[in-house]
């Protein structure tokens, strides 16, 4: 693929995206499902709520284009994808898969946050401010998600995952 100018890296880095969050949505379901903490539950149905608007707001931006939005697989989301369905597949305490959880939905969380920054920038750069309005929306949504992970990491998840770790380690002593 030849890229010429900002504008054709600006629909490259969109289809990315676009591609990206459709396989979020495919593997949040699955998260949700395979999460014990009813918080970590209620976390990601909602930012599945979230990333179909996110999906929406892309859609939208092509239409402005009036570019097609499939035609590229983000390679980058499908390997944390991947890292997380290994994480699904290991046979780790629930306490621990949450945390490992928190963990992969983060890595997930700063991927999209870099892309959505960039092609924010170059929206600006390109003089549509409408959708660089739109994309500012998801960055902040994304940075929400993050710090409610943070935080729900911090003040439980990452504590019981540790205190799995103590009580397996008193029970080895024994």
Request: charged residues 30%; glycine residues 6%; proline residues 1%.
């Amino acid at each position: 693929m030849k890229l010429a100018t900002l504008r054709e890296l600006y629909v490259s880095e969109l289809r990315d995206l676009y591609n990206a969050e459709n396989q979020i949505l495919k593997a949040l379901p699955k998260m949700v499902k395979a999460a014990s903490s009813e918080e970590l539950k209620n976390a990601f149905t909602e930012h599945l709520e979230q990333t179909r608007t996110h999906v929406d707001r892309l859609a939208r931006i092509f239409d402005k284009l009036d570019t097609n939005p499939k035609g590229k697989k983000c390679r980058g989301m499908e390997g944390l994808l991947e890292e997380g369905k290994e994480l699904l597949e290991a046979n780790a305490e629930q306490e621990v898969l949450d945390a490992g959880l928190i963990a992969a939905a983060q890595k997930v969380e700063h991927y999209e946050m870099a892309g959505y920054g960039c092609v924010r920038t170059y929206a600006k750069l390109l003089g549509d401010d409408e959708a660089a309005e739109l994309l500012q929306e998801t960055l902040n949504e994304e940075g929400e998600t993050d710090q409610k992970l943070t935080d729900l990491a911090e003040s439980s998840i990452n504590l019981e995952a540790n205190g799995q770790h103590e009580q397996a380690h008193t029970s080895l002593a024994r």
